[in-house]
């Protein structure tokens, strides 16, 4: 099968590969995986909880070409935006750049997943540290 | 000439059941098999004879099939409208994602030179196939769940959801066994190139 160059630089050159302090109340981690094909995708995000943008992105993804340079790609897009613009990240904006074949498509579905489920988290420590100060006080 | 149904459970001749008498069902393919051995058409018209070969061909089938737990109730689910593998990652339950992310860093290592990881690939090995029993226990259960309900009811539908599910999850333990096998001994592993993985 035919990958794109894109698909192509993101595999062999992954950006932003790695992890952060998962404890850390700044940081989201999202967990996804696709039963299918065995794939899992991790992806975490650093949040400035004053400005609420996201200052950086890490991903370490076991899968096929395609799920690996649509968490590459996931990345790159994430820093420097908000939390909400984060959101508006859709899978068919990263299939769109990395013109994934049909076949491929739910390895950016994987991605959209695991930008949704990473700052879900983060959202969910932030709720539970605030009630905790509201619980303080 | 007879009608052939392509239907394993129908040509066969037994109900549809999930939890099969493996025993009935081999007494079953070996009369089918003799009844249409073709050795008993040679003398027959050549529609006859063909027959003859596309039913052997079902019955081979249908036989690997049905006499195979997984097998038979990815068919059965397929056949009810409920196709397997057509589900996203939140079926999935947080913590085997957890594990099989740790199992493939611990692949990962061995993968690059580094020995020290296959005890802990061993003891990964033992949990994993452990809980392939596990998920077999929890089939038999959802089997004899349905086919205890009455066919096409809100029970027989939730029971082959569940049983969908629980599927997925392992086909999703397979693959982990698999590829810890294919690490801890990677000379009887098949030759898998790059682009193949791609």
């Not at chain 1, 039963?35 to 991903?59: H, R, S, W, Y």
């Not at chain 2, 090995?125 to 089939?139: G, N, P």
Request: aromatic share 6%; net charge negative; hydrophobic share 35%.
């Amino acid at each position: 099968m035919a990958y794109s160059d894109k698909v192509l630089d993101h595999y062999n050159h992954p950006r932003n590969v790695g992890s952060l302090d998962k404890s850390s109340p700044d940081v989201g981690t999202g967990m996804v995986g696709a039963p299918e094909c065995g794939d899992v995708m991790k992806l975490q995000v650093k949040v400035n909880p004053e400005t609420g943008v996201i200052e950086d992105a890490k991903f370490k993804t076991f899968g096929c070409g395609s799920a690996i340079a649509s968490s590459s790609l996931a990345t790159e897009w994430l820093k420097g935006k908000t939390v909400e613009q984060a959101l508006e990240i859709k899978n068919t904006d990263i299939v769109n750049e990395l013109s994934l074949p049909p076949v491929k498509i739910h390895c950016s579905v994987l991605a959209e997943d695991a930008i949704k489920a990473a700052i879900g988290d983060y959202k969910k420590k932030q709720t539970t540290r605030s009630s905790e100060a509201v619980a303080v006080n | 000439m007879p009608i052939l149904s392509k239907n394993f459970y129908d040509f066969f001749g037994i109900d549809r059941r999930l939890t099969l008498d493996i025993e009935q069902l081999q007494k079953r393919f070996y009369e089918l098999s003799r009844q249409w051995h073709p050795d008993r058409f040679s003398r027959k018209s050549a529609e006859e004879q063909s027959q003859a070969l596309e039913a052997t061909a079902i019955l081979n089938d249908g036989y690997r099939t049905l006499r195979d737990p997984v097998k038979r109730a990815e068919y059965l689910l397929t056949d009810e409208g409920f196709p397997v593998g057509e589900q996203r990652s939140k079926d999935v339950p947080p913590e085997l994602l957890e594990e099989v992310f740790e199992l493939n860093m611990m692949l990962e290592e061995l993968k690059g030179g580094d020995d020290s990881a296959r005890p802990q690939l061993e003891t990964a090995r033992q949990h994993f196939l452990a809980l392939r029993t596990a998920v077999d226990h929890e089939l038999e259960a959802l089997f004899a769940k349905y086919d205890a309900s009455e066919p096409q009811s809100e029970t027989a539908k939730q029971a082959l959801h569940e049983i969908r599910g629980v599927l997925n999850r392992r086909r999703y333990i397979e693959n982990l066994i698999r590829d810890v096998d294919r690490a801890l001994n990677p000379a009887g592993a098949a030759h898998e190139s790059v682009e193949g993985r791609l």
